[in-house]
């Protein structure tokens, strides 16, 4: 089957596309479609990501935090090229450097009393590994978990996630999986209560669900209900970790010292799987006597070892739980003063650089993930609650790119407030929808520089651009065309007039006829009081069919 994209693509990019969707994922590439979002990644840099067509984007997705220190963060990549060419995997049977060396540092990274690491390819197998040792050590089979928590896709990581993504596959676990909704101190009691619970696994900020913040003495109070009922407390902080909350660890900033801690993305250093569940002495005590309990041939290799332990470092570094901060505040600062300025902006939950923003309803918060696309930032709304967008800048990022993310993100702000209404109907909004109404009044104001003063406005479309019908007193109709703020510089308005130009004269392909101003220009920018920016007005094109 052929596949019919909603956005013009090269060749290249329609190859890729075809290929993925016939052979990895088509139900991936068709819903991001239908959203707009046609992204095909190539190069990467910093936090920059371009795609096959040369579309450039801002990383505000980060993989979740993957791509902490950057895309090919070259200090990262000088260990990786370093180490290949006399490192590769490794044998899981046996010690090696790399591992006791990141070992090690992990121990010394975390919160007092961690004594065992486990090693694995990814955050979910950290997870499970979390899950059997807790079941080992209490010698119960029960895990509570939150109601929309997410701590992977593998079996038992995946039966303690969100209990609609387990069912889908038949692999949810009702009798021991048990769910209970964030914030919510009684609910955990009452599942703790009976005294048969091995594990408790919080997201210390659930990023899947928009990243609501815990209540005050929320965790800590979980923390002792597991003290109280003898189950052991595992902190997923494969998001909230490794510096992003401007602590180490995001549980610091709640003071709470849990029993296990998982970690994964960001310590692959976006090059080289990494991820580990770090235990207490109690909950890694099956590895004493079972030296085989846990194996995975790709988890803990040598060569992703060197690159973790660096890209520890690096994260964790003090300048770096600086830099978090004080971007964080920047951040924050320009947030809250676009805030007022768009209704549907509704609130800012903020752990340093770990951001929901939250919007009016998922329809907004949809259209928000779509508005930051087209205005060149890759950022997605939280699976289980698409009201909030997650802004997940990274741990290196300066001034000058915080600067770039709000201008780019108020775009968006205006980009949205001018489209929603086509978004989620396909069609023009109604006449009254105020943003309509300024723009058709800058557009009357428009008029004159065409000396068409008082020439009857049809709205003709209303989507990244408003294009209105004006109809002179003679009979003769024109289009007036009034852009989006910054979605054109006007060299690039110019000189698509002057290459319409060009084809109308050469005679090669029937373009529209440019009618300059008054003034003798082929655009003129124009304010309104009701419109918030300035906007390009460009020539009425003399159109063709009525
Ligand atoms: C909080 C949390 N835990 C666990 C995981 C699973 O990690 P992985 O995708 O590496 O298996 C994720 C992945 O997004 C996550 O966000």
């Not at 005679?507 to 009618?515: D, F, L, Q, S």
Request: charged share 25%; hydrophobic share 40%.
């Amino acid at each position: 089957m052929t596949l019919e994209l909603h956005k013009p693509a090269s060749e290249r990019k329609r190859a890729i596309l075809q290929a993925v969707h016939d052979h990895l994922y088509p139900g991936r590439v068709l819903r991001l479609d239908r959203g707009g979002i046609d992204f095909v990644p190539d190069r990467r840099e910093g936090y920059r990501y371009w795609d096959v067509d040369g579309r450039e984007l801002l990383d505000l997705h980060l993989n979740g935090g993957t791509f902490n220190l950057g895309h090919c963060n070259l200090q990262l990549v000088e260990v990786l090229q370093r180490e290949a060419p006399r490192c590769d995997i490794g044998n899981h049977h046996f010690a090696s450097e790399p591992k006791a060396r990141l070992a090690q540092a992990l121990i010394a990274a975390m919160p007092g009393g961690m004594r065992y690491v486990v090693l694995t390819s990814s955050g979910s197998e950290a997870c499970d590994v979390a899950i059997k040792s807790a079941r080992f050590a209490t010698g119960r089979r029960k895990v509570v978990s939150l109601a929309a928590g997410y701590h992977g896709r593998t079996g038992l990581s995946g039966a303690a996630g969100d209990d609609s993504a387990a069912a889908y596959f038949h692999s949810d676990y009702p009798g021991e999986f048990i769910k209970v909704p964030f914030n919510d101190l009684p609910a955990m009691e009452r599942a703790l209560a009976s005294r048969d619970v091995a594990l408790v696994m919080m997201e210390t900020i659930p990023a899947t669900d928009g990243f609501p913040l815990p209540a005050a003495g929320y965790l800590p109070a979980v923390k002792a209900l597991c003290e109280k009922f003898g189950a052991l407390y595992l902190a997923d902080e494969v998001q909230t970790g490794l510096g992003r909350t401007g602590h180490r660890w995001g549980i610091e900033a709640f003071g709470v010292v849990p029993d296990m801690i998982v970690t994964g993305k960001g310590l692959s250093g976006g090059l080289y799987p990494m991820a580990a569940a770090v235990m207490c002495e109690r909950a890694g005590a099956w590895l004493r006597d079972n030296g085989w309990g846990h194996v995975s041939t790709f988890g803990g290799s040598d060569l992703g070892c060197h690159v973790a332990l660096k890209a520890l470092e690096l994260s964790l570094a003090e300048e770096t739980l600086a830099n978090v901060r004080t971007r964080a505040e920047q951040l924050r600062c320009g947030l809250e003063a676009l805030k007022p300025r768009f209704p549907f902006f509704v609130d800012i939950r903020q752990q340093g650089l770990v951001i929901g923003l939250k919007f009016a309803d998922r329809q907004h918060g949809q259209g928000m993930m779509r508005a930051l696309y087209e205005n060149g930032i890759w950022a997605i709304c939280a699976g289980f609650d698409e009201s909030v967008v997650q802004f997940k800048p990274g741990l290196l990022i300066d001034q000058a790119y915080c600067d770039e993310v709000l201008r780019r993100f108020e775009n968006a702000c205006i980009w949205l407030a001018n489209n929603l209404f086509a978004l989620t109907t396909g069609g023009n909004p109604p006449e009254d929808d105020p943003v309509l109404v300024g723009i058709r009044a800058l557009a009357e104001d428009a008029l004159a520089h065409w000396n068409l003063e008082g020439a009857p406005l049809k709205l003709i479309k209303h989507r990244e651009n408003t294009i209105f019908r004006a109809t002179a007193a003679d009979g003769r109709s024109f289009a007036l065309r009034i852009h989006r703020h910054g979605y054109h510089t006007d060299a690039e308005l110019q000189s698509e007039i002057d290459w319409m130009r060009t084809l109308t004269r050469d005679g090669c392909i029937e373009t529209p006829t440019v009618v300059p101003t008054a003034a003798g220009t082929d655009f003129v920018t124009v304010r309104h009081e009701r419109v918030e920016q300035p906007r390009q007005a460009a020539p009425p094109l003399t159109i063709s069919a009525e």
